[in-house]
C-alpha cells in the first residue's frame, strides 16, 4: 500500500509608551499561540535542559525512596499519557529547586512523564498544544457523525490504512486545526477508525526514525519507540505502528 507525504497593523500615532506595551502583549501572545513545528529552537533547547533536570531528580528520588513520582492514572490511560511526573512533589521535597516554566503545572504547554517505568524510566514530554487539537478534532468529529447518522467526515470512502480514514478537516468544520508534527515540523493527518476515535498520524515520523536508525524491526515491534529513543517528545494520541512491507501502518485497537 502506499502512503503519502504529509504536507500548512495595528496604527497609531500617539502615546508610545502604551503602544510598546500593547505591541510587546501582543509578542507575547503570539509566541504562546505557536505549535510544535513552529516553536522558536530556544524554546526547543528549554526542553532539553528540562528533561535532563527532571531526568536526574526522578533517578535521585527512585533510589532515596524505591518508588517513582508519578500521579497515579487509570487502567485505561494510553501508554504515552499515563505516567505523569508529581513536580510539585519533586519540588516540595527539594529534588527540584523550580518547576520549569515549560511545564503545565507553572502555565507551560506540556506535561512531562516516565515511560519505560519497570526497566528504565526515561522522562519525556507530552505536547499540550498537539493534544488540544486532536480533542478539539474529536469533538467536531463527533458532532458532525452525530448530525449524519454516524457518518463520518472522511477524505475518502477508501481505508488509508486498515480500518482508519483520513479526516477531512473542511467537512468536519475543523480547518482552523491543522496540525505540524512535533519531530519533523511536517504536517500530520488525522486519522479516525471506524468508531469514530481520532489519532494522529505518525508515520512519516516514524520512518524517518527507523531509517535514522538504520535498523530493520521485528515484525512484531512498536515502531514508536524508535520516536521515543530519538526525541524527547511522545506521540501521544497514537496507535501501535507496525512494519508491514516496508511501510509504518497504525494498528487499530
Known amino acids: 500500500m502506499e502512503w503519502r507525504?504529509?504536507?500548512?497593523?495595528?496604527?497609531?500615532?500617539?502615546?508610545?509608551?502604551?503602544?510598546?506595551?500593547?505591541?510587546?502583549?501582543?509578542?507575547?501572545?503570539?509566541?504562546?499561540?505557536?505549535?510544535?513545528?513552529?516553536?522558536?529552537?530556544?524554546r526547543r533547547v528549554s526542553y532539553l535542559e528540562s528533561v535532563d533536570r527532571i531526568q536526574r531528580?526522578?533517578?535521585?528520588?527512585?533510589?532515596?525512596?524505591?518508588?517513582?513520582?508519578?500521579i497515579t492514572a487509570g487502567q485505561d490511560t494510553p501508554?504515552?499519557?499515563?505516567?505523569?511526573?508529581?513536580?510539585?512533589?519533586?519540588?516540595?521535597?527539594?529534588?527540584?529547586d523550580e518547576i520549569p516554566t515549560?511545564?503545565?503545572?507553572?502555565?507551560?504547554s506540556a506535561y512531562f512523564l516516565i515511560i519505560n517505568e519497570e526497566s528504565d524510566p526515561a522522562v519525556k514530554v507530552l505536547d499540550?498544544?498537539?493534544?488540544?487539537?486532536?480533542?478539539d478534532v474529536q469533538?467536531?468529529?463527533?458532532?458532525?457523525?452525530?448530525?449524519?447518522?454516524?457518518?463520518?467526515?472522511?477524505?475518502?470512502e477508501e481505508e488509508t490504512y486498515p480500518g482508519l480514514f483520513t479526516v477531512d478537516l473542511k467537512l468536519a468544520g475543523a480547518q482552523d486545526y491543522s496540525l505540524k508534527s512535533v519531530y519533523s515540523g511536517q504536517s500530520q493527518d488525522y486519522l479516525v477508525d471506524k468508531d469514530g476515535r481520532v489519532y494522529a498520524d505518525y508515520a512519516f515520523?516514524?520512518?524517518?526514525?527507523?531509517?535514522?536508525?538504520?535498523?530493520?524491526?521485528?515484525?512484531?515491534?512498536?515502531?514508536?519507540?524508535?520516536?521515543?529513543?530519538?526525541s524527547f517528545f511522545v506521540p501521544v494520541k497514537s496507535l501501535p505502528y507496525r512494519m508491514i512491507d516496508g511501510v509504518p501502518v497504525p494498528q487499530p485497537e
Open 102 to 108: 515549560t511545564a503545565f503545572e507553572k502555565g507551560g
Open 57 to 70: 531528580a526522578v533517578d535521585q528520588f527512585q533510589a532515596d525512596q524505591g518508588i517513582l513520582p508519578i
Open 205 to 230: 515520523d516514524i520512518m524517518q526514525a527507523v531509517d535514522k536508525s538504520e535498523a530493520s524491526p521485528q515484525a512484531d515491534k512498536d515502531l514508536r519507540e524508535y520516536l521515543t529513543e530519538q
Open 139 to 156: 469533538r467536531l468529529v463527533d458532532k458532525y457523525r452525530n448530525s449524519q447518522n454516524g457518518k463520518l467526515p472522511v477524505t475518502s
Open 5 to 42: 507525504g504529509r504536507k500548512r497593523r495595528y496604527l497609531v500615532w500617539a502615546r508610545p509608551l502604551c503602544t510598546a506595551v500593547m505591541l510587546a502583549v501582543f509578542v507575547g501572545m503570539l509566541a504562546g499561540c505557536l505549535y510544535p513545528g513552529e516553536e522558536r529552537q530556544e
Open 79 to 96: 501508554r504515552y499519557e499515563k505516567f505523569r511526573i508529581d513536580l510539585d512533589l519533586l519540588n516540595k521535597q527539594g529534588y527540584i
Open 128 to 135: 499540550l498544544l498537539t493534544t488540544q487539537k486532536i480533542n
